[in-house]
């Protein structure tokens, strides 16, 4: 667990680390894109080295709880469910991972994202609940360890392991060789399996290189951390992994384009289409609110507490971003 916790973590220190004397360019869009970004960042936050001492994560999200129920198995509609977190708190991100998300197929199962390490056997236990035949694809959302903690053992057991070609790289550049994804695409992708379909869209967003999974027939998206909900577990982008806020959300609204009837986030419940807009029109007002305050010359400090009073965003791990939005829309 501590090695998957120490992973998990070095995420959020990279973002929490940012320095402000960072470098903002733009980068022009293939020509005819319907997707936002389609997989190329149209802002990029060009930032130092993390450096200093990390912050005390234990605190700010919360000591893992021995206790704690393992995660449930949710049916979302037709062969359609989901492995989720009984309590949508910030601890059980470190203790079990984000949403992982099944699709139920005659030929086996499409996994889209695989939690972490520690709850392979559980997630397998539970999937042999709904059938007989094995995990033949885990679809990563993204490379952060919550969310393919679990890659090396699906490896092992079998499984083909697809992720975008930018959150490869950075897999590769956390963990080295061991069970890195066996196929990547860049922009767009397909999986078929049983008669059934799953479309994959790049976007940049949470990273540079962000997932979503779209099950056309099933009407169901997953989103990874482009979404997360609810407030509780607030909505972060890792400028050390090439995320940026302007990119997430020119995501959303071209998620918002796409034919569905509810969408599963990286964290928390499964929501309908008008929750998603809900959420999606939250993510541009905090984008939109905190440019002003930085063009106005605000503080770190009077950013946070002014996001947060206005809109209930800006402490905790979300506060760690202010440094990068400040980089961003300076």
């Known amino acids: ?79 359609v469910y989901v492995i989720q977190n009984t309590k949508n708190v910030l601890s059980e991100i470190l203790q079990f991972g984000g949403n992982a998300t099944a699709y139920i197929t005659n030929d086996g199962v499409i ?63 956390d963990a080295g060789d061991a069970a890195l994804p066996q196929i990547t695409y860049s922009r767009y992708g397909n999986v078929f399996l049983g008669g059934k379909e799953v479309q994959l869209f790049e976007y940049c967003g949470h990273t540079s290189g962000d997932t979503v999974a779209y099950f056309p027939a099933a009407r169901v998206v997953v989103a990874g951390d482009l979404v997360t909900t609810p407030d509780s577990i607030p909505t972060i982008v890792s400028y050390a992994d090439g995320g940026n806020w302007t990119d997430l959300a020119k995501a959303l609204d071209s998620i918002a384009t796409l034919d569905f009837d509810v969408l599963i986030g990286g964290h928390g419940p499964v929501l309908s289409k008008p929750e998603f807009l809900k959420y999606r029109d939250k993510v541009a007002k905090i984008g939109a609110r905190a440019k002003e ?22 402490s905790g791990p979300s506060s760690m971003v202010i440094t990068g939005m400040m980089v961003e829309f300076r």
């Open 293 to 314: 305050l930085v063009k106005a010359g605000k503080s770190q400090q009077e950013i946070s507490q002014t996001l947060g009073k206005e809109l209930n965003w800006g």
């Open 111 to 173: 996994l889209v994202d695989s939690k972490v390490d520690e709850l392979h056997d559980d997630i397998v236990a539970k999937i042999k609940t709904l059938t007989d035949k094995p995990i033949k694809y885990v679809v990563l959302t993204h490379s952060h360890g919550d969310h393919s903690g679990g890659v090396a053992k699906m490896v092992r057991a079998g499984a083909t392991v697809i992720v975008s070609r930018d959150d490869r790289r950075y897999m590769a550049r």
């Open 1 to 79: 667990m501590q090695k998957t916790l120490s992973a998990i973590c070095a995420t959020y220190i990279a973002i929490a680390m940012l320095l402000a004397a960072g470098v903002v360019s733009a980068a022009q869009a293939p020509a005819g894109s319907k997707l936002a970004g389609d997989g190329m960042c149209s802002v990029t936050v060009n930032v130092p080295p993390p450096s200093g001492p990390p912050p005390d994560f234990g605190q700010m999200f919360g000591r893992p709880d021995p206790k704690a129920a393992l995660p449930k198995l949710v049916k979302v509609k037709g062969d």
